[in-house]
């Protein structure tokens, strides 16, 4: 097989506390701007104005976004087929008519004639109850995970740190989400839980490793297995982990703004996962058989 990077021999274990530290820093700054600003909800926890529009001449949502970006309005727009569209923005319910009325005047004003067909208040999507029930099945999901890489490698450190990690990812890329003033809503859910998934398969691939290796180098320190497996496995990581990243930076720079959101979430969280999955999880792995 042709080895795309040379044979690395890095000492993870040794540089740990820098990542600890940029891990840190990181989600510090990001708690910091969840309560200085709060969380940037978007429609699907919010609600809003909803105006749907039949245009005289055929046009397409591209057009219509470009328009309202231009006026300062973010849209999340819908189309029925027969040139006829939904556009929602967030708002409060007392202000229905402020905000439809900025909409259509943002669309007159640049020459396009339509009907309008319907203006209403729409409510939140996710409800408390089913927000509750969502993060359940968030925590009961990684309780499951735990179990079943402590069964898998007969020890619960590896479940734990791994879950560790997942929670890492997802506190990174809100972080990057709150930094850049993008909105959270069901689609970012969907990235976020995505980068989950990526996250600790790939972490499972170097726990994998460091079980053959100990088997293999059964007189070897634990730094110096993890940092065998690391390095055994990391041309695998960068290689796998690069096409992914690629692809996401064509859907976040040619994807359009309907994607926009997502790629970036999922851009930050796969750039993370192969971050932590290298320097965190097996990292403190060690730390915790270091104390024991």
């Known amino acids: 097989m042709v080895r795309l990077i040379p044979k690395t021999n890095i000492d993870f274990v040794g540089k740990r506390h820098y990542f600890y530290a940029i891990s840190s820093i990181i989600i510090l ?45 973010e849209a999340q727009i819908i189309s029925f ?16 008519n402020e905000y439809a009325n900025k909409i259509t005047n943002a669309l007159n004003s640049e020459g396009f004639k339509f009907i309008e067909e319907k203006r209403d208040f729409v409510g939140p999507v996710v ?26 490698y007969t020890h619960p450190i590896w479940g734990i740190t791994g879950v560790i990690g997942i929670i890492h990812d997802v506190l990174v890329a809100i972080t990057a ?7 959270i809503d069901l ?9 989950a998934g990526y996250s600790i398969n790939d972490t499972i691939v170097i726990y994998d490793r460091i079980r053959e290796n ?5 007189k070897k320190s634990f730094g110096e297995l ?16 690069s ?47 270091k104390e024991k």
């Open 214 to 218: 100990k088997r293999k180098f059964p």
């Open 243 to 289: 096409t992914v990243i690629f692809v996401l930076l064509v859907l976040y720079f040619f994807g359009g703004s309907a994607i926009n959101d997502f790629a970036f979430c999922m851009l930050a969280g796969s750039v993370c996962g192969v971050y932590s999955t290298l320097g965190i999880c097996t990292t403190l792995a060690y730390d915790w058989q």
């Open 127 to 152: 409800g408390k109850d089913l927000s509750r029930k969502a993060i359940f099945s968030i925590v009961l999901s990684m309780f499951g995970i735990i179990v079943y890489v402590a069964f898998r």
């Open 29 to 73: 700054i990001g708690i910091i701007y969840m309560f200085v600003k709060g969380l940037n909800l978007g429609l699907d926890f919010t609600g809003g104005t909803q105006l749907q529009l039949k245009f005289n001449d055929k046009t397409d949502i591209g057009s219509i976004r470009k328009i309202l970006n231009k006026n300062g309005i």
């Open 177 to 183: 989400l709150l930094i850049t003033g993008r909105q």
């Open 226 to 241: 993890i940092n065998l497996s690391i390095n055994e496995t990391l041309s695998r990581t960068i290689v796998t982990s």
């Open 81 to 96: 087929g027969d040139n006829s569209y939904s556009i929602t923005v967030k708002g409060d319910q007392e202000n229905v």
């Open 187 to 195: 689609v970012i859910i969907a990235a976020l839980l995505t980068i």
